[in-house]
């Protein structure tokens, strides 16, 4: 019954979407690839809103639910059937009612199963159209008959874009340079590599005169000239990326660099996306706690070794979800750079335990390794290690609930409604 009731309520919301997106005819930028979907459109909302009407999904809506709520301006109802009819209402007034609709949609395109892109295709075109970053062996991928079955249904998102739009691709990645070859569509690259039209330099990690960390700094590289920018309070090359991509689609609607640079100096990560946060006993945490997969956690961990000031670096990794049968050779690699990038690994989950002996493998005495049962258990262990100058990332999928492990250490957890994810009443109640 729940069931068929879910699918009612899908079927009526993209009817809904489908009118709206054909009275107000607004333009589309659609973001999907493994990783880096959320940041990316956030960094690309933070460009655009300082020259357009313009509008994000929220959090992470990109699924068959999420994007038509995108498209209507409406909140998730959960299981509450009288928010879900006042939810239909609201769209219905959009269709029925003038009203001042954004200029730009800018909308996350996941995939869970086989088909949600079709789905996607069928609703709209893009305008825009951005890829991230492929995985190796994605998440979701038990889902799929392979990692190239997956990757196949994402790339039909090219197949709608509009020929007079904007292709927007990752030059470090070559899967993803590969599909410039199938659009007839203009074409901006972004990345690290020299080829990059949008290329970022110079990147590190800054600090305060006291050792504190203040966030990343990196130059973009574009048209001829180069302009230093500061990622406050945030780490990580995947943040640099979606920077990148936000200025390849800013200057493509011309927008000021200036203004851009500006914009993305003020952008602030979501909630336990490689978030720094002040730890107890003069610590500090990355809080990348919002999911994982294994592209996912070898760059976190790669942000990790990056930290280049006195202290331990302690890694606390959760089981990644939805790996199938490549769950095992890829817990145990991620174990692998997790032994290379940390003095202290702690594994939360039955499937760590292969984290564990990967780090054995490469050579990480046993002494410093932990296997817990639960978040939660980890963190509190962890007050008893920490010291002052010592780092924690923290990472897991979504169901390993690793938040739990930062409430344990976190300096002001009295502000964890803020600051952590998945602290809302339909998530605490699980």
């Known amino acids: 019954m729940k069931s068929l009731l879910k699918k009612i309520v899908v079927f009526m919301l993209t009817l809904e979407a489908r009118a709206v997106l054909k009275k107000y005819k607004p333009k589309l930028i659609a973001i999907t690839g493994s990783v880096g979907k959320t940041s990316t459109k956030d960094a690309v909302y933070d460009v655009l809103k300082t020259s357009f009407f313009v509008r994000k999904s929220e959090k992470s809506y990109n699924s068959e639910i999420g994007i038509p709520l995108t498209i209507l301006g409406i909140t998730n109802a959960w299981g509450n059937p009288f928010l879900w009819v006042k939810n239909l209402l609201s769209g219905l007034a959009l269709i029925v009612l003038p009203s001042h609709y954004p200029q730009w949609l800018v909308v996350e395109v996941g995939l869970d199963k086989p088909g ?23 998440v979701h991928v038990e889902n799929f008959s392979s990692p190239e079955a997956l990757f196949a249904e994402k790339a039909l998102l090219i197949d709608v874009l509009k020929q007079e739009g904007l292709l927007v691709l990752n030059q470090d ?9 199938r659009s007839r569509s203009m074409v901006v690259t972004f990345g690290f590599d020299e080829k990059a039209m949008v290329r970022a330099s ?11 960390p203040l966030g990343a700094i990196f130059k973009i590289n574009f048209d001829g000239s180069a302009v230093p920018i500061r990622l406050s309070n945030v780490l990580g090359k995947q943040y640099m990326y979606a920077a990148l991509a936000a200025v390849a689609v800013g200057a493509y609607l011309k927008v000021n ?3 851009m640079v500006e914009a993305l100096a003020l952008f602030k990560t979501p909630p336990g996306r490689t978030k720094l946060l002040p730890a107890i006993k003069g610590a ?11 592209v996912a956690a070898e760059a976190a961990l790669q942000t990790l070794s990056q ?22 050779e890829e817990h145990r690699r991620i174990g692998k750079v997790a032994g290379a990038a940390a003095d202290m690994l702690l594994c939360v989950g039955a499937r760590a335990q292969f984290i564990a002996e990967g780090a054995l493998d490469g050579g990480m005495s046993e002494k410093n390794i932990f296997q817990f049962n639960d978040a939660r258990e980890a963190g509190k262990f962890l007050e008893s290690k920490l010291g002052k100058g010592d780092v924690v ?14 409430e344990e250490i976190m ?14 009443e339909e998530w605490q109640r699980r």
Do not use: C
């Not at 110079?202 to 504190?212: A, F, P, S, V």
């Not at 930290?307 to 095992?328: N, P, T």
């Open 116 to 138: 949600d892109v079709k789905r996607a295709t069928r609703l709209f075109s893009p305008d825009i159209l951005i890829y991230t970053r492929f995985a190796d062996v994605p």
């Open 173 to 181: 990645d070559e899967r993803i340079l590969a599909l410039k070859q």
């Open 202 to 212: 110079h990147d590190e990690i800054e600090y305060d005169k006291e050792g504190n």
């Open 257 to 259: 660099m200036i203004t």
């Open 284 to 294: 500090f945490i990355i809080d990348d706690t919002y999911n994982s997969s294994p």
């Open 307 to 328: 930290w280049s000031r006195d202290g331990k670096k302690i890694a606390v990794l959760g089981d990644m979800l939805e790996l199938g049968k490549y769950a095992v």
């Open 393 to 406: 990332l923290i990472k897991g999928s979504q169901s390993m609930r690793m938040e739990r492990a930062v």
């Open 411 to 424: 300096l002001h957890p009295e502000d964890k409604a803020k600051l952590l994810v998945r602290q809302e």
